[in-house]
């Protein structure tokens, strides 16, 4: 049965604008009630229609196009703990160990890198709503590095008096090597929905159907499949394949997560699921040949990445709830292992 309110808006409309519009039936269909009343509320197919109702029906003032306040009262907490462990240079060896325990929050999606940067709340009636793990939030990072000048050659515990060539060989030479390994940043689910108003429809978070949020989280991690690789248990999708046994679609089982109710937002917390490890080890090996008190020849290598240790990054489209390529790992960061070599000379 038709409402009354959309009976007296579709009043004089044109049927494609009222009761027919494939626009308002696939917005009721798919709960995005805050895009389907901004449009009833401004659109000047509707102007007419809309005296049938009380004036502020939609809006506190409807004869403005749009009030907007900007301010600077956003805010944001970092915590951290930061240890340092470090061993100064001595009989040729020195290293370094960074470790940072942290976390950072705030009340907005959007990394923010200027001051011009600007984030809708989610409502103005609680701002609360929009504190969360901040994109940059990174629980854990350790950072090391050594550096070891071999015992070989003139002056040093081993070989120092041997035969002039074979000394001249092994003296001079240094290795060293970078340790990085931190976790992932934030990301969550999302539903698209305009469910609430219509702003944040692309932040708007799904809602949990089946599934408890702490039962979604024990399946998120890496999986290797034969179509690809994933960042959730492929048990809990329906994936589909082509003639060639190549990865068609992949979309979340259903009733794991549901459309959210018009008039609310989706439970599933906004950042709260944390994406893949970030891991990398380089290396360096080089020699210094003394041909004088201060000129030496010096050759260096350095592998970047020695591991070739993929590192995958979350595609958070792939979060949408209705993704056909849902929770699938589609790139990485950082670089493949490269070698560089140098030779020089120093005087």
């Given amino acids: 049965m038709p409402l009354p309110i959309f009976t007296k808006l579709f009043t004089g409309v044109a049927a494609t604008s009222g009761f027919s519009s494939s626009t308002f039936i696939s917005n009721l269909q798919q709960n995005n009630i805050g895009a389907m009343v901004n449009t009833l509320a401004f659109s000047p197919t509707y102007i007419g229609s809309r005296k049938l109702l009380p004036p502020a029906f939609f809006v506190t003032n409807p004869n403005a196009a749009f009030a907007r306040v900007l301010g600077n009262f956003s805010y944001s907490n970092y915590h951290s703990l930061q240890v340092e462990l470090r061993r100064r240079f001595a009989n040729g060896l020195q290293f370094q160990a960074n470790y940072t325990l942290s976390r950072t929050l705030n009340d907005g999606t959007t990394i923010v890198n200027n001051q011009s940067s600007l984030e809708s709340s989610r409502t103005l009636r609680n701002f609360n709503l929009d504190y969360q793990n901040s994109d940059q939030d990174q629980r854990h990072r350790v950072v ?13 515990r081993y070989l120092s008096g041997t035969w002039a060539p074979l000394r001249k060989t092994v003296e001079g030479w240094t290795a060293g090597s970078i340790v990085t390994w931190q976790t992932g940043t934030p990301f969550y689910v999302t539903s698209g929905r305009s469910s609430y108003n219509q702003f944040n429809a692309a932040n708007n978070s799904a809602q ?36 060639s046994g190549a990865l068609a679609s992949a979309r979340v089982k259903d009733g794991i997560f549901v459309q959210p109710a018009p008039g609310t937002f989706g439970n599933f917390p906004m950042n709260s699921l944390f994406g893949p490890s970030f891991t990398q080890t380089d290396f360096s090996l080089s020699k210094r040949t003394y041909f004088s008190e201060r000129g030496n020849v010096e050759f260096r290598m350095i592998v970047f990445n020695a591991f070739n240790h993929p590192n995958f990054v979350v595609n958070t489209t792939n979060f949408n709830f209705e993704a056909t390529t849902f929770g699938r790992i589609t790139a990485t960061t950082g670089n493949e292992r490269q070698i560089s070599f140098s030779l020089g000379v120093n005087w």
């Fill in 208 to 243: 949990l159907g089946s599934m408890t949020f702490e039962q979604f989280k024990e399946n998120i991690g890496v999986y290797r499949t034969p179509v690809g690789m994933f960042f959730i248990n492929p048990s809990l999708l329906n994936v589909v394949t082509n003639a």
């Fill in 144 to 156: 090391g590095n050594v550096v070891y000048d071999l015992p070989f050659g003139t002056g040093r």
